[in-house]
């Protein structure tokens, strides 16, 4: 089993920047991807961003510029930096891991840590 813990998340005023952390423990020598999924008020959650160990990334349009996904491959720890921050970014924020990159979402989850952004 994989286990996830988020950090990083709490209160921030629009246009304002905020970095979350996730880091994988246990058998994390099966985990090639991590990535984050947001869940807003009433929506279903969505995909955010996502990086495997080779570097690949990718995210969803409405962060494009704004947020960096990052992977430190030796902790097993992914890192969302998020600049410029809007309203519209508040959720909770998921922390996911996958076998392969092309698997999100990934069969792991984190228990969620909430972002509030204040306009």
């Known amino acids: 089993q994989v286990q996830l813990v988020e950090s990083g998340g709490g209160l921030v005023h629009a246009g304002g920047s905020r970095r979350l952390s996730c880091t994988a423990s246990g058998s994390i020598l099966r985990i090639n991807a991590m990535g984050w999924y947001r869940q807003q008020s009433g929506k279903e959650r969505e995909f955010v961003a996502a990086?495997?160990?080779?570097?690949?990334?990718n995210y969803r349009d409405s962060v494009k510029g704004r947020f960096t996904i990052s992977m430190d491959n030796a902790k097993k720890t992914v890192y969302l930096q998020m600049r410029s921050l809007k309203p519209d970014d508040t959720a909770v924020y998921y922390c996911n891991a996958a076998t392969n990159y092309g698997g999100f979402p990934g069969d792991y989850w984190g228990q969620g840590i909430r972002v509030t952004i204040s306009s």
């Open positions: 990086i495997s160990i080779n570097g690949n990334k």
